[in-house]
């Protein structure tokens, strides 16, 4: 009770927001667009023609196609743009609950700093969660009930994609205690999402360096930074019925994720208000 | 049992080089308006945020309803009005309470029947559903004063309770705290203001550069010192006088002021002036307030002996 009252403020505080109206009516238009322009004339069990805005294509086309196309593209648009976007829309939430005055009325409810903290990052993922899952599965019911192919692996691949997020809101939330500074941790997050591709191709890399030790730093780089760039590829593999080759960057940035956090909780603790 | 138990509690900031409180102790009993007095800079909300754990003490251990300090569990029983309270804005005064009662452990009935009561004691009922961002200062700080009671507390921390209330409501304040003690609630209020203190307190510390200076209730600081103007036509005896009867005095021209004990201590006095047939031809009771006392205190450097 108590600590979900800390969920609950933060996540009626990020809806103050504008950004996550804005994203949630955006899904809206997404889903709409998808229920009313898209027509599926089925031909025969797992053919169809397809419409667009009432323009008829000629071609039959293969039905799983039409759900992964549609379903891949919902999936790649949330792993970019919409994490960016949610990163951008969270990024104030530590620094706020930072604030001298703020913090010092959770502090005297009989809850620990790590109630505190823990709910706080709970209730950024959570609004995150459902944003993210509003589109999800208003694309997936949509698409299932039109062709009616149930793709679990999309869902699965929502699933990721809120991970993601969680493992990049722990680094923030770092970065948010020691800077108390949104701006700057938003900064750096984004820093270290865009990096995730560069170290992916590190073996490219190599060639330029001269040394070795920057290489072996790379190397430690890569395995210790969250694994933005391959999770990616597991969403859509996910979200595409594929096959898995590796989880093991999911591990890895998992872990990555609650080592910060609890770095975070440590410093949060010994802090003075 | 004690409300507050402080033991040789420290705290310096900036590597030691701010020595905010510097071995404090102190017993503050239970259903008592204690009062925490002292200039900007002295300390007071240091020792609030150490004794709620704001801020971690450097040394010294506290003791809150005899449990440590270091328990959060103590916090059900605590109430709290920060200096700088900050609530967010886009909350009204009901869903604040809402919320942060929730967050104190409160139920839903329990809720339902101390919001609107609270909102009526602190006067916002008829603003309990306008958001807070249009709220002015003394709302706001009569919103916070609620907050603090929402989990009807043991102890209540305020500090610099009646900072932006105009004259009607800082009345209104000292009479609730004093209900509130009345029913056994012991009360820890932090000032810089002098006259509200002397109105509503039963003790009352000194605090000045993180030191305890003094404490007593508030007729003993005033009656520490009572002092008088004597005017006489000779000075020659007075001072042997007031050495003999270890009675303070200062001089200027035929003017003396003299800090007595009591009135009989200055009976005395004027009782040896006359029999040495010195000619009194004033006496001039100046009685010294607490803010005088305050102000001897602060400016007589006292404290910074060390
Ligand atoms: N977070 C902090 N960092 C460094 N110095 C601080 C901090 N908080 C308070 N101080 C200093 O500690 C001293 C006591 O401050 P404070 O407890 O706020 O006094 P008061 O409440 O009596 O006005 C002041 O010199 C203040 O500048
Ligand atoms: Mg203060």
Same mark, same amino acid.
């Given at each position: ?26 899904? &809206? ?114 698409? /299932? ?22 493992? +990049?809101?722990?680094?923030? &939330? +770092?970065?948010?205690?020691? /800077? ?73 940035? +998992? ?19 | ?241 007031? $050495? ?8 200027? $021209? ?53």
């Amino acid at each position: 009770m108590k600590f979900l009252s800390i969920v609950q403020l933060t996540f009626r505080e990020s809806l103050a927001k504008k950004t996550f109206i804005a994203f949630l009516i955006i899904s &809206t238009i997404i889903n709409l667009l998808f229920l009313l322009a898209l027509n599926l004339d089925i031909v025969d069990g797992m053919q169809s023609s397809i419409s667009i805005f009432g323009e008829q294509t000629d071609q039959i086309i293969n039905l799983q196609e039409i759900i992964y196309g549609v379903e891949g593209f919902v999936a790649v648009m949330l792993f970019t743009v919409g994490i960016f976007m949610a990163l951008f829309a969270t990024s104030g939430l530590i620094p706020t609950l930072l604030q001298p005055g703020f913090i010092d009325l959770f502090i005297s409810k009989p809850v620990s700093r790590f109630e505190i903290l823990s709910g706080r990052y709970l209730g950024a993922v959570a609004i995150v969660a459902l944003n993210i899952f509003y589109l999800v599965i208003g694309t997936w019911l949509i698409m /299932s009930l039109k062709t009616g192919i149930w793709n679990f692996g999309f869902l699965l691949g929502g699933a990721l994609i809120v991970l993601t997020f969680a493992i +990049l809101f722990a680094l923030m &939330t +770092l970065l948010g205690i020691v /800077s108390k500074s949104g701006p700057l941790s938003l900064m750096i997050t984004y820093l270290i999402l865009f990096f995730s591709p560069l170290l992916k191709q590190r073996d490219s890399i190599y060639a330029l360096l001269s040394s070795k030790i920057y290489g072996q730093i790379i190397d430690g780089l890569y395995y210790f930074l969250p694994k933005t760039s391959e999770l990616g590829s597991i969403t859509q593999r996910l979200t595409r019925g594929l096959e898995i080759n590796t989880w093991t960057p999911l591990w890895t940035s +998992l872990a990555f994720g609650i080592f910060i956090f609890l770095l975070s909780a440590y410093i949060f603790q010994r802090k003075n208000f | 049992m004690y409300a507050v138990e402080t033991f040789e509690l420290s705290k310096f900031y900036s590597h030691g080089r701010i020595k905010a409180l510097q071995d404090f102790s102190l017993q503050v009993e239970k259903g008592k308006i204690f009062s925490l007095l002292g200039p900007n800079g002295a300390g007071k909300t240091t020792l609030i945020k150490v004794l709620i754990g704001i801020v971690h003490q450097t040394s010294g251990h506290a003791k809150l309803l005899n449990q440590s300090i270091n328990k959060v569990s103590v916090h059900k029983k605590i109430g709290y009005l920060a200096e700088n309270h900050r609530f967010p804005e886009f909350l009204s005064a009901h869903q604040i309470l809402h919320y942060y009662g929730k967050m104190a452990g409160l139920g839903p009935s329990q809720l339902k029947k101390q919001i609107p009561a609270l909102l009526k004691t602190v006067n916002l009922h008829r603003w309990e559903n306008v958001k807070i961002r249009k709220y002015s200062k003394g709302m706001m700080q009569r919103l916070g004063l609620a907050h603090a009671l929402l989990n009807e507390p043991e102890l209540i921390f305020l500090d610099e309770p009646t900072d932006g209330i105009d004259p009607v409501g800082r009345r209104q304040i000292r009479d609730l705290l004093k209900s509130l003690r009345d029913e056994g609630v012991t009360i820890f209020v932090n000032s810089h203001l002098l006259s509200e203190v002397e109105r509503m307190s039963d003790e009352v510390a000194i605090l000045k550069q993180g030191k305890l200076i003094q404490r007593g209730t508030v007729e003993d600081f005033i009656s520490i010192k009572e002092q008088y103007q004597i005017r006489l036509d000779s000075a020659d005896t007075m001072q042997n006088i007031c $050495n003999d009867m270890k009675v303070p005095i200062k001089r200027e $021209n035929d003017l003396f002021t003299v800090s007595v004990q009591d009135d009989q201590q200055l009976n005395r006095l004027i009782d040896r002036l006359r029999q040495s047939k010195t000619m009194i031809l004033a006496v001039i009771p100046k009685k010294i307030t607490l803010e005088d006392y305050f102000i001897d205190i602060i400016e007589d450097k006292k404290g910074e002996s060390d």
